[in-house]
Nanobody, 116 residues
Framework: QVQLAESGGGLVQPGGSLRLSCVAS????????MSWYRQAPGKERELVAV????????DYADSVKGRFTISRDNAKNKLYLEMTSLKPEDTAVYLC?????????WGKGTLVTVSS
């Protein structure tokens, strides 16, 4: 059974930083396109950042460009999201998603709260 497990969320002050992790099991991780999404209360789920399993290229939502960095360690089956200059509007549950071979899988998410 495929599993994606996020960690690293928590409470942080505006302007602060956090690093999220997602560990994947039972998939050929290096070949999957991996993404971070987020969902704030009362809002739709939105794509934050994505990294290709084909060439490692990355893309970001305009709202996080220059502040967030997505990366992956294929040897450890891990996906990361480095978040800096956090704003209250970044508050959300952050979820990782794996896509490949016509399948997609979601983690359960980790809560990030940005508040003073």
């Amino acid at each position: 059974q495929v599993q994606l497990a996020e960690s690293g969320g928590g409470l942080v002050q505006p302007g602060g930083s956090l690093r999220l992790s997602c560990v994947a099991s039972r998939i050929p991780f290096s070949t999957y396109t991996m993404s971070w999404y987020r969902q704030a209360p009362g809002k739709e789920r939105e794509l934050v950042a994505v990294t290709s399993g084909y060439d490692g290229s990355t893309d970001y939502a305009d709202s996080v460009k220059g502040r967030f960095t997505i990366s992956r360690d294929n040897a450890k089956n891990k996906l990361y999201l480095e978040m800096t200059s956090l704003k209250p509007e970044d508050t959300a549950v952050y979820l990782c998603k794996a896509v490949g071979y016509g399948m997609h899988y979601w983690g359960k998410g980790t809560l990030v709260t940005v508040s003073s």
